[in-house]
């Protein structure tokens, strides 16, 4: 099946209240020029229901002036780890970090695409700008110009439009490039220059970069549902540091069980891979028709749940988040546990170390009980069905 036609299968099986997988059709309506066009024109119908102050309200200005600081401290982050391990003859790290900028051409020949899509004019600029790396930039200026336009819910689909480019390019920018970087610069702070301030403060960077990258998509998702409320600032917060919590705890896991089985490493990653990919199989959505096409997507996003959970599907999903952490915290508790010698016996660095660690995890499961018990958008309805499902279970005891 061709790709525009996988598109026109996505929008008939997406309809305006489940925008779960609005992020995934616009990827994927980025190779039909047709399609994507005709895609402002849905936004705009939904934006009218909202009106162009509401819109702009729920955009903000904070998470905007925020995503902006990110977005130049983390380049800036990046040279200044490549010049510290040219000064200090560390060539192969040096090397390891140039190389892992190149997935970003991807980023942005998606975005040079979906400009060319969009009837963007200037090819010869646009083209110079994606090149040195800075469509993302551009992206995010378009997008603040839109802002403070006066207009009415064209105005706003297109603030819409341009806010979902953001939210997926960033996405894929933190998978393909943010992360890898986070793991390469955290295994040098941790097993080759532990004392290295560089590579330790462009780690750190680094995963905020990613946390913010997937509260970005989290909150345009919640913006392009009708009956959804704006997320707060503390909705905002408990989001981020969910992410940052988590992804840290797994990053460090994984790290310090490479320090010291670092072939080992590939195999318990590669195993969980293939875990969340059967999973994702087993769950039988329908979001491509294309059984070879969405077995490859399954197979991508397996690789995504090795380090962080998304939800890409309609429908409630706290039961599949529930599954994924607690699999997530048995791994790992079990590769500290390697890696920290505990097994061997229980010593005070150890358990240290792993304490730690572990509250990342603690801070970040509170903050994600937090969001779904008092900040979701549907917490209502969350505290109803565990209420009910409380009830019935302890009626059928008794």
């Not at 793991?183 to 680094?206: D, I, K, M, T």
């Not at 992804?247 to 318990?268: E, I, M, N, S």
Request: hydrophobic share 55%; proline share 4%; with cysteine.
């Amino acid at each position: 099946m061709a790709v525009a036609e996988q598109c026109v299968v996505i929008v008939g099986a997406v309809s305006l209240k489940e925008f779960n997988v609005v992020p995934l059709w616009i990827f994927m309506g980025s190779f039909a020029p047709g399609i994507r066009s005709g895609m402002g024109e849905r936004v705009g119908m939904l934006v009218g229901h909202k009106g162009w102050s509401t819109v702009r309200a729920e955009v903000g200005e904070v998470p905007c002036v925020s995503s902006s600081v990110i977005l130049f401290l983390l380049p800036f982050s990046g040279v200044c780890t490549i010049v510290h391990y040219l000064l200090s003859g560390r060539y192969l790290w040096c090397w390891l970090t140039i190389v892992l900028l190149l997935p970003d051409y991807i980023v942005q020949l998606l975005s040079f695409s979906w400009f060319r899509a969009d009837g963007h004019r200037g090819c010869c600029c646009l083209m110079i700008v994606h090149m040195l790396q800075l469509g993302i930039w551009k992206r995010h200026w378009d997008a603040l110009w839109t802002a403070v336009k006066p207009g009415g819910s064209s105005v706003a689909g297109d603030l819409l439009v341009q806010l979902g480019d953001l939210a997926v390019l960033r996405l894929l920018e933190a998978l393909l490039q943010t992360l890898p970087h986070l793991l390469l610069q955290s295994y040098v702070f941790v097993a080759v220059e532990p004392s290295g301030l560089v590579p330790g403060v462009s780690a750190g960077l680094s995963l905020l970069s990613l946390s913010w990258s997937l509260v970005s998509y989290s909150r345009f998702t919640c913006l392009m549902k009708p009956g959804h409320l704006y997320m707060p600032a503390a909705a905002l917060l408990c989001q981020f540091l969910w992410r940052t919590g988590m992804l840290g705890t797994r990053v460090v896991a994984l790290v310090l069980f490479a320090r010291v089985y670092p072939v080992w490493v590939f195999v318990a990653a590669g195993a969980h891979w293939l875990v969340m990919s059967f999973w994702l199989v087993s769950q039988q959505t329908d979001i491509i028709a294309s059984s070879c096409h969405w077995r490859l997507f399954n197979f991508l996003v397996g690789a995504v749940y090795t380090f962080c959970y998304i939800n890409f599907q309609a429908g409630p999903s706290r039961y599949r988040v529930a599954v994924f952490y607690v699999i997530m915290l048995i791994e790992n508790i079990f590769l500290l546990m390697l890696a920290t010698d505990l097994l061997q016996g229980a010593r005070w660095d150890s358990l240290f170390l792993t304490g730690a660690v572990m509250a990342g995890f603690v801070i970040g499961s509170a903050a994600l009980v937090i969001y779904y018990s008092l900040l979701h958008p549907k917490s209502t309805e969350i505290w109803q069905s565990f209420l009910k499902k409380s009830c019935s279970i302890t009626a059928a005891k008794y």
